[in-house]
């Protein structure tokens, strides 16, 4: 049975190309709304990884001041699956192109185990990689 990936994107260009690399060796659930992606992400037992954009539009009903304005929305995904993420646990890769230190920075201070959360560069991750991290950290963290 293959694996379930939570792919949390708004960017269609960026979202097709991988979506369909990772179809070949896993079931991916594609979500462009955070908040309809959080929903889900709290309610599968199932999911082995998550694949989360850090800017996306600030969800219906967040405050904006909470994303900051939808720069750091995933990061608001992660502070609201932090104790999910840990106890199950779900290995979650990050990508964005704004300042890894600073969103590494933001990550650490939630404090996960080392290696649960990955961060990497959006624009450097090809398909192909995106689809060997994820073999990777799903075999590390859900056996």
């Known amino acids: 049975m293959k694996r379930l990936i939570l792919f949390v994107d708004d960017d269609r260009y960026y979202a097709y190309s991988w979506i369909e690399v990772l179809r070949s060796d896993f079931n991916v659930e594609h979500r462009r709304d955070p908040l309809s992606a959080l929903l889900r992400a709290q309610t599968l037992p199932e999911i082995d990884c998550i694949v989360l954009d850090v800017m996306m539009p600030t969800p219906e009903g967040v405050g904006a001041s909470e994303t900051a304005d939808g720069f750091e929305t995933g990061l608001w995904f992660l502070e609201k699956l932090v104790i999910r993420i840990k106890d199950l646990p779900i290995p979650v890769i990050v990508l964005t192109n704004r300042d890894l230190n600073l969103i590494q920075a933001r990550i650490d201070n ?34």
């Not at 290696?115 to 859900?142: F, P």
Request: no cysteine; net charge positive; proline share 0%.
């Open 110 to 143: 939630l404090r996960f185990q080392k290696g649960l959360v990955e961060v990497r560069r959006k624009l450097d991750v090809g398909t192909e990689m995106l689809k060997q991290i994820v073999h990777d950290l799903v075999s590390r963290w859900r056996r």
